[in-house]
C-alpha cells in the first residue's frame, strides 16, 4: 500500500524486454541499502517487487499483464519515473490509499497554467470515469492528486507548483500516456452493489419495508 507521495524521480536504467515479460533497472537516489530483496516500490503508480539492487539501482520483474495494462510498453532507457516506497504501519497517510494495481492508461488532453498552479486534463478510456468523483482522489504515475470536476470521460486536476516540479508530471506533453489508479473505494461500493441493483440480492425494496431507508 502506498500513499502517492513521490519520494524521488528516478531514471530507466535498463528495460530488458523478453517475449512478454520484462526486467526493469531504475537508478534512484533512495537509499537502496535500506531494500530487501521482496520489498515493494511504486514505480510510476505501479506496485513492483525489489527482485535485485546494486550500488543506486533497483531490478524488478514486469509481468505481462503490468505491460499490457500500463505505459510500461512505451518506456525508455534514460525515462523519468515516479517511485515511492511502500506505506509502513504508523506512518503520516498525507495523501490516500494507493495500491498500485493501475486501473487503466489516461491522456493529458491539455495543460492550463492560472496564477503559478497547473490545471491538467485528462481522458479516460469508456467506462472508468465512473469511479471518479469530484473532491475525490486518483493517482495518477502514482501521484496522489484530488479531482477539480469530472466530464464525461475526463477529469481535471491542480497541481501545485512543488508536486509539478518533483514529479514527472513537468514534462508530460498533451497526447502523453499516464497511468491511472482510481480510488479503491468506489471499486468496492459498485461490487457490493452489484446485487441489489440486478435484483438479486438484499433490494431497496425489502430495506425500505423494514425502516432501514
Do not use: W
Not at 524521488?8 to 533512495?30: K, N, Q, Y
Not at 511502500?86 to 503520516?92: H, K, P
Request: neutral net charge; contains cysteine.
Amino acid at each position: 500500500m502506498f500513499t502517492g507521495l513521490i519520494e524521488d524521480m528516478g531514471a530507466v536504467a535498463s528495460f530488458r524486454r523478453g517475449h512478454t515479460a520484462a526486467v526493469l533497472g531504475i537508478s534512484t537516489t533512495l537509499p537502496v541499502h535500506e531494500l530487501a530483496l521482496g520489498d515493494s516500490v511504486a514505480v510510476n503508480g505501479i506496485c513492483l517487487t525489489v527482485t535485485a539492487h546494486s550500488g543506486t539501482v533497483l531490478s524488478f520483474d514486469v509481468s505481462p499483464e503490468t505491460i499490457s495494462k500500463s505505459t510500461f510498453a512505451s518506456l525508455r532507457t534514460g525515462d523519468r519515473v515516479n517511485l515511492e516506497r511502500a506505506l509502513r504501519l504508523g506512518d503520516r497517510l498525507g495523501g490516500h490509499l494507493v495500491t498500485g494495481h493501475v486501473d487503466c492508461c489516461g491522456m493529458l488532453l491539455k495543460t492550463e497554467h492560472v496564477s503559478g498552479y497547473h490545471i491538467l486534463t485528462f481522458t479516460l478510456p469508456a467506462g472508468f470515469s465512473r469511479y471518479l468523483v469530484q473532491k475525490g482522489s486518483v493517482a495518477i504515475d502514482g501521484i496522489s492528486l484530488t479531482v477539480n470536476e469530472v466530464s464525461g470521460e475526463g477529469f481535471t486536476v491542480t497541481i501545485i507548483p512543488h508536486s509539478f516540479g518533483k514529479t514527472t508530471l513537468a514534462k508530460l506533453k498533451p497526447g502523453g500516456r499516464v497511468n491511472i489508479e482510481t480510488d479503491i473505494l468506489g471499486k468496492y461500493i459498485e461490487r457490493l452493489a452489484q446485487p441489489i441493483r440486478s435484483g438479486t440480492g438484499l433490494s431497496m425494496q425489502t430495506l425500505a419495508e423494514n425502516g432501514f431507508v
